[in-house]
């Protein structure tokens, strides 16, 4: 149980474009689901948590307006890279809480974006 | 969050333990000790949590120090597949809290 899907797993765009990516949870209903980036090398940098019908929480350093976070539904949220530069190429993963219990989020599998 | 210190890497030999330590020198009374690992280019994984007690599970064993000062992640008996990125987090057992990612420790098991 507690499986999280994201969709597309690999997406190549052209600068200046906008990419959508879908973030599942499959048998559970996901509270709070959050956005992560990770750059080559380096470690998972927290972008944004999202409240199920409520706006998004944006770390410092995020523009919430180039990242577009959705989270309509207690399944799903999406992350909109909007205007993608070659800057914005990435491994983007998000996780997902239950909402009860302790503080155990569930990972997707990840987006690799590159940005041309 | 209160920060967290690991090495940078670590080798096991494959059937063997592997003892992953973590200091979290400023934990707070309220706070968890998470160990999360990544597999090269997929999701993180959940490993295990603990306060202040040890705890174990199908994975793995957590060891905290009675200050709660450090914490060691064992792996009874490494495989290959255990081969990864481990991340020890400390954060509030609030369901929904953020965490926050260190640099972790490599692991390799070597055959």
């Known amino acids: 149980g507690a499986v999280v899907s994201q969709h597309p797993s690999r997406v190549i765009c052209k600068s200046g474009t906008s990419v959508k990516i879908e973030c599942r949870s499959l048998?559970?209903?996901?509270?709070?689901m959050f956005w992560y980036r990770q750059f080559p090398k380096q470690s998972l940098m927290l972008m944004a948590t999202s409240n199920e019908g409520s706006k998004a929480t944006y770390e410092q350093g995020v523009e919430k307006d180039k990242f577009l976070i959705n989270h309509a539904s207690l399944t799903l949220s999406t992350l909109t890279v909007t205007s993608a530069h070659p800057e914005d190429s990435s491994f983007y993963i998000c996780?997902?809480?239950?909402?009860?219990?302790?503080?155990?989020?569930?990972f997707g599998p990840g987006t690799r974006l590159t940005v041309l | 969050d209160a920060k967290t210190t690991q090495p940078t890497s670590m080798d096991c030999a494959e059937g063997r333990a592997a003892n992953l330590p973590c200091n979290h020198s400023t934990i707070s009374g309220n706070e968890y000790v998470y160990w999360y690992r990544q597999i090269h280019s997929q999701g993180p994984q959940y490993i295990i949590h603990?306060?202040?007690n040890n705890e174990t599970n199908e994975m793995a064993s957590l060891i905290i120090t009675e200050d709660r000062k450090s914490s060691t992640l064992i792996l009874p008996h490494a495989t290959l597949r255990d081969t990864a990125v481990y991340y020890c987090?400390?954060?509030?057992?609030?369901?929904?809290?953020?965490?926050?990612f260190g640099e972790g420790t490599q692991l390799t098991v070597n055959p």
């Open positions: 048998d559970f209903q996901a509270t709070t």
């Open positions: 996780s997902a809480s239950r909402g009860q219990g302790y503080n155990e989020q569930f």
């Open positions: 987090i400390v954060s509030k057992e609030t369901s929904g809290s953020r965490l926050t």
């Open positions: 603990g306060l202040k």
